[in-house]
């Protein structure tokens, strides 16, 4: 079972930048994916990458505005988000297949150990 723990919610004004981070203990070579929740909304795919970091997908909402990389010595992957939006605001979750060297998947339910979340929250 892998702990994964979040950091780098906070407040921040339109167009503003924050880096999350998510820190994992246990079985590695898993792809990492992150994933946002805002009030009264489901649960939907930003950004995965592979376990080597040579694959990246990230959601048509988040391109050109969000990175999602990936330091394994450190066994830590980050989303950085810029150009923030008031309807980026949602919790953060970071979540990690189960089965390693897995391809890149969207779907929730296709992961297997997520985190607390995180809160990001944007002002207009």
């Known amino acids: 079972q892998v702990q994964l723990v979040e950091s780098g919610g906070g407040s921040v004004q339109s167009g503003g930048s924050l880096r999350l981070s998510c820190a994992a203990s246990?079985?590695?070579?898993?792809?990492m994916g992150w994933f946002r929740q805002a009030p009264g909304k489901e649960r939907e795919f930003v950004a995965a990458?592979?376990?080597?970091?040579?694959?990246?997908q990230l959601a048509d909402s988040v391109k050109g505005r969000f990175t999602i990389s990936r330091d394994n010595a450190k066994n830590t992957v980050y989303l950085q988000m810029n150009s923030l939006r008031p309807e980026d605001t949602a919790i953060y979750y970071c979540?990690?297949?189960?089965?390693?060297?897995?391809?890149?998947?969207?779907?929730?339910?296709?992961?297997?150990?997520w985190g607390q979340g995180t809160q990001v929250s944007v002002s207009s």
């Open positions: 979540a990690t297949k189960t089965v390693p060297f897995s391809t890149i998947t969207t779907a929730p339910s296709d992961f297997g150990s």
């Open positions: 246990g079985r590695t070579f898993l792809t």
């Open positions: 990458i592979t376990w080597s970091g040579s694959d990246t």
